[in-house]
């Protein structure tokens, strides 16, 4: 990385110069200097002063390469990422799906999960539970079963993940209930939200 010196070399070399044509160096005249006198006159001006030149450009030269590299990110890092995963599952009363290879953080998640139930469940309902079978239930979506033992359910939250996180559905007393999808599929998706403020 190239840093700027806060010396200023042309006013310095005009200064030089000035001073040569005046008289006050020797009895050169401004005829006789050439670009390579004046080479050598700054060499020496800068040599000299050095020891006290110090970088003026090294915040401005950072802040330059934080602008280019993105506070020290690559570009891809702030494209928003969005996980999805298809779900499914054979008959019965309860059923929770996991989420492998969903980094740990927080996700605005939004489901919609298909279902065909068999008996009589007196109803049904689904949730996301961050912290698996330990904790809260959210997104929650109740309902009694109705048009011919078929029913959705769908909800969102915002939620921090855990290695547990799960959404998880039931079927009250007397009855199962299956995940067909195929032809009509049930879903889970999470959108990585980087910032959470609590209003």
């Not at 030089?16 to 020797?26: D, F, I, K």
């Not at 000299?48 to 602008?67: D, E, F, I, R």
């Not at 980094?103 to 698996?132: E, H, N, Q």
Request: glycine share 10%; net charge positive.
């Amino acid at each position: 990385m190239r840093t700027r010196v806060s010396l200023a070399l042309p006013a310095v070399v005009l200064l030089v110069v000035a001073a040569l044509v005046l008289g006050s160096v020797g009895s050169a005249t401004a005829e006789a200097i050439t670009s390579k006198t004046v080479k050598k006159i700054a060499t020496k001006v800068v040599r000299k002063q050095a020891p006290s030149l110090t970088v003026a450009g090294a915040a401005n030269a950072t802040n330059a390469q934080n602008a280019q590299a993105l506070a020290g990110q690559p570009a891809p890092a702030y494209r928003t990422a969005a996980y999805r995963y298809e779900l499914s599952t054979a008959n019965g009363v309860i059923r929770s799906f996991t989420f492998p290879g969903l980094p740990r953080g927080t996700y605005d998640v939004a489901y919609s999960v298909y279902t065909t139930t068999s008996g009589s469940p007196l109803g049904m309902y689904c949730g996301v539970r961050p912290s698996g079978a330990a904790g809260t239930v959210e997104a929650f979506s109740y309902g009694s079963v109705a048009f011919n033992n078929h029913q959705t359910f769908s909800g969102s939250a915002t939620v921090t993940t855990t290695a547990t996180t799960d959404l998880t559905c039931e079927a009250a007393v007397s009855g199962s209930f299956s995940v067909p999808g195929g032809a009509i599929p049930s879903a889970v998706t999470f959108t990585r939200v980087d910032d959470l403020a609590e209003g």
